[in-house]
C-alpha cells in the first residue's frame, strides 16, 4: 500500500503561484492531480505517466499548470500559475499501481491522498 502526502496549498491572489508537491511512500506509476469544489463531483487536473514524459491536463488548467515528478524523490508536482477564483478547491494527488499511462477518470486510480486546499482570493 502506497502512501499520498500532499503538500503546498494555500491562500493566494488571483493572478498568483502555487506550487503543490505529492509525496510517495513508495514505488508509483502514473500520477494524477485531481480537484474538488465545494458542492462539485471531483475532477481531473492534470496528469503524468511514469517516465515523465506524457502529461495531460484539463481544458480549463492548460497552459497555466504543470505537472511534473523526480521518480528519485517519488513525488509529483503540480505548478499553478495565473490562478483565478474558480481554481479554488481541494487538490488531491492519486497514482496509479500498475498503468504507466495516467487515467482522467477517478475510479481508475488505486491510491489517493488526503487532499490539500487551496483558495484564490479576488
Known amino acids: 500500500q502506497v502512501q499520498l502526502v500532499e503538500s503546498g496549498g494555500g491562500l493566494v491572489q488571483a493572478g498568483g503561484s502555487l506550487r503543490l508537491s505529492c509525496a510517495a511512500s513508495?514505488?508509483?506509476?502514473?500520477m494524477g492531480w485531481f480537484r474538488q469544489a465545494p458542492g462539485k463531483e471531483r475532477e481531473f487536473v492534470a496528469g503524468?505517466?511514469?517516465?515523465?514524459?506524457?502529461?495531460s491536463y484539463a481544458d480549463s488548467v492548460t497552459g497555466r499548470f504543470t505537472i511534473s515528478r523526480d521518480n528519485a524523490k517519488n513525488t509529483v508536482y503540480l505548478q499553478m500559475n495565473s490562478l483565478k477564483t474558480e481554481d479554488t478547491a481541494v487538490y488531491y494527488c492519486?497514482?496509479?499501481?500498475?498503468?504507466?499511462?495516467?487515467?482522467?477518470?477517478?475510479?481508475?486510480?488505486?491510491?489517493w491522498g488526503q487532499g490539500t486546499q487551496v483558495t484564490v482570493s479576488s
Open positions: 503524468i505517466s511514469r517516465g515523465g514524459r506524457l502529461t
Open positions: 492519486a497514482a496509479h499501481r500498475e498503468t504507466t499511462i495516467s487515467s482522467r477518470t477517478v475510479s481508475d486510480f488505486d491510491y
Open positions: 513508495g514505488r508509483t506509476e502514473a
